[in-house]
C-alpha cells in the first residue's frame, strides 16, 4: 500500500487549496480513506473520510461546511478541497487508510499547509 499527498502550499487566509492523495497497492473502490491533518506540538486529528462507493464523506466540526471530501475510482485518487481557510487550518495534512487485508493503518509523508497572511 502507498499513499502519496501532495497539493499543500502557503496561502493567505480565506483563501483555497486543493489535496491530492496519490494511491497504489490495494483495491481502491472497497476501502475507505481519510484525510487527518498535525499541528505543530499538537496530536494528529482526523479531519474528514470517504466512504469505498463515494456516496458517503464525514467532517470534523472545524471543517464542515469548508472542506469537500472526494475520490476518482478510475484514477485511485482521494481530493480534499479546502475553501475559506483559516490561520488555525495550518498543518501537515496525511491521506490514511485502514487496510483489512494487511490488519493495519497505512499513512502517506504527509503535505504542508500553511495559512498566512
Known amino acids: 500500500v502507498q499513499l502519496v499527498e501532495s497539493g499543500g502550499d502557503l496561502v493567505q487566509p480565506g483563501g483555497s487549496l486543493r489535496l491530492t492523495c496519490l494511491t497504489s497497492?490495494?483495491?481502491?473502490?472497497?476501502?475507505?480513506i481519510d484525510w487527518y491533518r498535525q499541528a505543530p506540538g499538537k496530536e494528529r486529528d482526523w479531519v474528514a473520510t470517504?466512504?469505498?462507493?463515494?456516496?458517503?464523506?464525514n467532517y470534523a466540526d472545524s471543517v464542515k461546511g469548508r472542506f469537500t471530501v472526494s475520490r476518482d475510482n478510475v484514477k485511485r485518487q482521494v481530493y480534499l478541497q479546502m475553501n475559506d481557510l483559516k490561520p488555525e487550518d495550518t498543518a501537515v495534512y496525511y491521506c490514511h487508510l485502514f487496510y483489512w487485508r494487511s490488519g493495519r493503518d497505512h499513512w502517506g509523508p504527509g503535505t504542508q499547509v500553511t495559512i498566512a497572511s
Open positions: 497497492g490495494f483495491p481502491f473502490s472497497s476501502v475507505a
Open positions: 470517504t466512504t469505498s462507493d463515494d456516496l458517503t464523506a
